[in-house]
């Protein structure tokens, strides 16, 4: 790179090494853009205000933030944005396409698309990037096959077309800027701004729209069709939030997982390698998941923001009606009074309190199941075909990819 246009700004840390607010009492704070609010930390707090039927999400997408929000966050029609009656009713349809015995049917081959993607990693042999050769294919190879979307008619969907609508769906002010040097600079997927941001954004919704349409025409098996069949049972449930609950769960359930995993993986294998070999073992696998999607986030925000419809006691603090509230997961998930061990401790122990990384009450995460179930199940087949796994460089070398909700590695050379 030139020396003339290099960026000196210091390396971005690890995700799980963020700074965070310390647990404490809630108090006033100021927002980037502004916005005075009640900051929330400690764990049961946490839990108390996003239980809350008197604090609300509604209409508070552009809140809080110094630049413009990603679509998946701003939509009104998103499932994040509502609460009442028209978010109970959308969830209330969402639950019926996720009941136990379907996500129990889904298990056997979420594990057989982990395996192969295990497998051919393996037979490429030794070193590898592992955010093209395992963090991506796995989450999508899952996506495709629970949306219907992996067959050879008008619904099948290449991986590129995904990435593609998915960075326009999560970029943060319709742009995909990666912001630093070298594989951080940029901007993911190729350039997308302004008309041609607004273009992809239509093709995606377009897409969507046809295939809700198709399902309703001609349903399946796959959860596209199970979430037009129970909302068109239920009623009431608008066609806008039905098509954009698809493209969520299509776009952000893939790149969740794939980031989700990938800074995984950043951590046990640069910070933890003598762990790695444990996770051959199932169990220790499946708290090792757990203790890594409670510790580590999957973006650079801190706060979820809501606003209270009422004066609502917190602790020993009353916050007013009206008032914003920035709610820190990150925080909650790291209060000593409820997780004295830390980050640092035996991967291999249960967490002793349910994590709030799935956030709680009525917007906990609808895709949680698959997230922990992907987790699990690459962190184990993983390390039981490659023990000797490694990164070929250090933690603080790597670049990353931004500009979304999301911020994961770009690349991650390893050997075995």
């Not at 050769?133 to 219907?148: E, S």
Request: with cysteine; aromatic share 6%; charged share 20%.
């Amino acid at each position: 790179m030139d020396s003339a246009t290099a960026d000196t700004r210091p390396p971005l840390p690890p995700l799980h090494r963020l700074p965070t607010t310390p647990a404490q009492p809630p108090h006033p704070t100021t927002l980037p853009d502004g916005t005075p609010a009640w900051l929330i930390t400690r764990y049961h707090d946490v839990r108390q205000v996003l239980g809350d039927p008197r604090v609300t999400r509604a209409d508070l997408h552009d809140v809080g933030t110094a630049g413009a929000t990603a679509d998946v966050a701003a939509n009104p029609a998103s499932l994040f944005n509502q609460d009442g009656p028209a978010h109970r009713r959308l969830r209330g349809t969402v639950q019926r396409a996720f009941t136990p015995r379907a996500i129990a049917g889904w298990q056997p081959w979420v594990a057989a698309a982990v395996q192969q993607s295990v497998d051919r990693l393996v037979a490429a042999g030794p070193s590898a990037d592992l955010v093209p050769a395992f963090a991506r294919p796995v989450p999508f190879a899952v996506t495709t096959r629970l949306m219907g979307l992996d067959g050879d008619g008008p619904d099948r969907l290449e991986e590129e077309r995904l990435h593609r609508w998915t960075v326009a769906l999560l970029a943060q002010g319709g742009e995909q800027d990666g912001g630093q040097a070298g594989e951080q600079s940029g901007k993911q997927g190729g350039e997308q701004d302004g008309a041609d941001h607004s273009e992809t954004l239509a093709e995606f919704g377009a897409f969507m729209g046809e295939l809700v349409a198709r399902r309703r025409r001609e349903p399946g098996d796959d959860l596209v069709s199970r979430l037009v069949r129970a909302a068109d049972q239920d009623g009431g449930v608008p066609e806008e939030s039905l098509v954009f609950l698809v493209a969520g769960l299509t776009a952000s359930g893939n790149e969740s997982v794939a980031g989700a995993l990938a800074n995984a993986l950043v951590y046990v294998l640069g910070e933890r390698p003598e762990h790695w070999p444990r996770l051959a073992d199932p169990d220790v696998a499946e708290r090792t998941a757990e203790r890594l999607l409670h510790y580590i986030p999957l973006g650079d925000d801190e706060a979820t923001i809501r606003r209270t419809t009422a004066p609502i006691e917190v602790g020993d603090v009353t916050v007013p009606a009206g008032s914003v509230v920035a709610v820190s997961l990150g925080s909650a998930n790291r209060d000593p009074a409820v997780y004295p061990e830390g980050l640092d401790a035996d991967l291999g122990l249960p967490l002793p309190a349910p994590t709030l990384a799935f956030s709680a009450g009525p917007h906990y995460c609808i895709g949680a199941w698959r997230v922990r179930l992907e987790m699990r199940e690459s962190l184990h087949r993983l390390a039981t075909a490659l023990p000797g796994l490694r990164l070929t460089v250090p933690v603080g070398e790597l670049a990353w990819q931004l500009g979304g909700t999301t911020r994961s590695p770009a690349r991650l050379p390893v050997d075995w």
